[in-house]
């Protein structure tokens, strides 16, 4: 039995956001629980048959478009470049920025075999051209500064529209954890990219 409850505890530990410890208090918890299992079958079931990401952007949908990049009233001039789902999130649920997200579901990172060919570029390409600002909204991070300036690179010759979010993004700040205020600050003061 132990080595079974270790193997589940593992499997969990392998999702973002549970450490060891914290896999293990949820499997004790359902264990102790089973109301509990239920509800989570449930939350399951409902992510499985309803959501997906977005054709265009990446972010989550109920179809295959999500309801922003359908959206007509969003600026469509506008591609806020965020790592992950997350990120685009927590900035669309600040109601500070109204154009579109691109998601490139990860960050370049050599040591963990995330190249930039793992990530969505191609179809952010897609997606630009001269009339588009590419706002780069990465985490300030060796990683998300490795990335914004590949990104800069790739766009520069498709728009000369570049720009990054700027004050109130602390060194090693992830955009997950940053106030709304901080986030405003950090949107509104954007500069032109410069290489």
């Not at 109920?62 to 007509?72: A, M, Q």
């Not at 909204?137 to 498709?158: C, H, M, P, R, Y």
Request: proline share 2%.
């Amino acid at each position: 039995m132990e080595n079974k409850i270790d193997e589940l505890i593992a499997q969990l530990n392998k999702t973002k956001g549970f450490s060891r410890k914290n896999a293990e208090r949820f499997i004790f918890d359902l264990i102790g629980n089973k109301a509990k299992i239920k509800d989570f079958k449930d939350i399951i079931n409902y992510i499985d048959n309803n959501f997906a990401e977005c054709e265009i952007c990446f972010y989550l949908s109920e179809n295959n478009v999500c309801p922003i990049c359908s959206d007509n009233s969003r600026n469509k001039n506008k591609i806020l470049v965020v790592s992950s789902i997350p990120d685009a999130h927590t900035i669309e649920r600040s109601n500070l920025y109204n154009g579109l997200y691109h998601v490139l579901k990860g960050e370049i990172n050599i040591n963990k075999n995330q190249t930039p060919d793992k990530l969505t570029l191609e179809n952010l390409l897609q997606r630009i051209d001269k009339e588009k600002e590419v706002i780069l909204a990465l985490n300030s991070t060796f990683e998300g500064e490795v990335t914004a300036n590949f990104v800069a690179q790739l766009v520069k010759n498709q728009t000369d529209k570049v720009s990054r979010i700027a004050k109130g993004m602390p060194v090693g700040g992830m955009l997950d954890y940053i106030d709304n205020l901080t986030l405003k600050s950090a949107i509104n003061n954007r500069e032109k990219y410069e290489d």
